[in-house]
């Protein structure tokens, strides 16, 4: 009997889940590329994605083709797809897309040749920058970086990170294991300038410090302009630009410094939060340059505004959040993404791979609320969560780094691709509203297209 009540008080907890979170799309495609089953045990190898910038309207037809980058180990390949156009333009006099399934062009190609390789590299993130020198800047699991253009195969600038034998073997051995540690990489806004992080190379040593080395973008990709220790930290999990010349970071420390491309190398404030967990993530916002948000490995998002913690540093006071949302069940948040189309829109990964969308709307609303009007904390959290993707495929993996794995467009509103341990794609754009407001579902709707 006991465990007959059990389930039946997770059955209404499941339905008011369900109730809350809305479970339509107003698009979602799949696609299963062939080379999933060059490799076996397929999970285990790193994916990242990112899309393009490349858009191209079909309105006759009422669909438009648009393209992702995927790596698979040490490959980077091009995926093409087709999207209703009603996804970029919703104010315009469309047709119904008329189109089978969304990766059509790529299933009838047969075999995928990579667009890209960097050869005994195993690639753990894509930025896609559409410069004049190249059009993506890719990360490897090393270290290392590699400049790739359009229509040349192998890298056009390297920039490597050799293991020798001063790397301690801990570091590696935590690298390769753990979620949570990581080096990254940011391009600023006008792409001139790169930071990338390196690892501690005296990992347990009293003078222990990680690296950030600043490295053009512009005349020579790859060539280092400046080296800056981060004193006591083991990795720089996290790099994020404000502007041209202000950056921030996220160390392992659970520190995010502060840091301006002009200065003498030393952060300009820093921040520790020792609530919630240690901090594994951070975005900053591309509408207000002052806000960024970061994510605990207890499942705990927070949204700051840099200019109250620079008050507080002045003060000698904690700094308090601007707003604080959870992840269900304390899943980690492995990866946070603003969106382009609102500064409260963002997206969250967690290491159940879950994705979850959130518009913090209500709690800038709630400022001004009074009486009546105020919701509490439960409530408040529902209003923000606005959709959650799960994807069967990506739960099926233990201990797979389910960062750089998802991806806004950065051209059309609210559409998301992603990569499963399977490398199973998906593109998808959430239903946000009300499910009585949906009407009937489209048959392009709430069906995966393989």
């Not at 309105?59 to 040490?74: N, P």
């Not at 083991?234 to 840091?259: E, K, P």
């Not at 952060?267 to 916002?285: N, Q, T």
């Amino acid at each position: 009997m006991g465990g007959e009540k059990i389930n039946k008080i997770r059955n209404e907890e499941f339905k008011i889940w369900k109730k809350a979170v809305p479970s339509l799309y107003h698009h979602i495609s799949t696609f299963k590329p062939p080379y999933t089953t060059y490799f076996e045990s397929v999970e285990k190898i790193p994916k990242a994605v990112a899309f393009t910038h490349k858009i191209a309207p079909h309105k006759e037809s009422g669909t438009m083709a648009a393209s992702m980058l995927c790596s698979q180990g040490s490959d980077i390949y091009e995926i093409e797809f087709q999207l209703p156009l009603g996804l970029h333009a919703p104010n315009e006099n469309l047709k119904d897309p008329q189109y089978g399934a969304s990766f059509a062009k790529v299933v009838n190609n047969g075999k995928l040749e990579p667009k890209w390789t960097y050869q005994g590299e195993t690639v753990t993130k894509i930025e896609y920058v559409g410069g004049s020198l190249a059009d993506a800047v890719v990360m490897t699991a090393s270290g290392s970086l590699a400049w790739f253009k359009e229509d040349c195969k192998v890298p056009v600038f390297v920039m490597e990170e050799l293991r020798g034998p001063s790397t301690s073997f801990s570091r590696i051995h935590d690298q390769g294991q753990s979620l949570a540690v990581n080096v990254d990489f940011a391009v600023s806004e006008n792409v001139e300038t790169l930071v990338k992080s390196q690892q501690s190379m005296a990992s347990g040593q009293q003078d222990e410090h990680s690296l950030l080395k600043v490295v053009d973008n512009a005349q020579t990709p790859g060539r280092p302009i400046r080296t800056i220790p981060v004193p006591r930290t083991s990795v720089t999990q996290a790099i994020r630009f404000l502007d041209n010349h202000m950056f921030c970071t996220l160390s392992d420390d659970s520190t995010i410094r502060f840091y301006d491309l002009r200065g003498d190398g030393k952060p300009l404030w820093s921040m520790a939060d020792p609530h919630d967990g240690k901090l594994l993530c951070l975005d900053v916002s591309p509408m207000i340059e002052s806000m960024f948000i970061t994510g605990s490995d207890t499942g705990t998002l927070k949204l700051w505004d840099l200019r109250t913690i620079i008050a507080c540093i002045e003060n000698k006071e904690e700094p308090i959040e601007i707003a604080k949302v959870f992840h269900s069940a304390a899943d980690p948040v492995v990866d946070v993404k603003f969106g382009i189309s609102s500064p409260a829109e963002i997206l969250s990964v967690g290491v159940s791979g879950n994705v979850y969308h959130w518009d913090l709307e209500p709690i800038f609303l709630q400022e001004n609320a009074e009486g009546d009007e105020i919701m509490d904390a439960e409530e408040l959290q529902q209003q923000c969560l606005r959709f959650i993707h799960t994807g069967g495929g990506r739960r099926q993996a233990e201990f797979y780094s389910q960062r750089e794995t998802v991806a806004w467009h950065p051209l059309i509103s609210g559409v998301v691709g992603c990569v499963d341990p399977d490398g199973l794609l998906t593109v998808y754009k959430g239903f946000l509203g009300k499910e009585a407001d949906s009407g009937s579902v489209s048959e392009n709707e709430g069906d995966a297209q393989v």
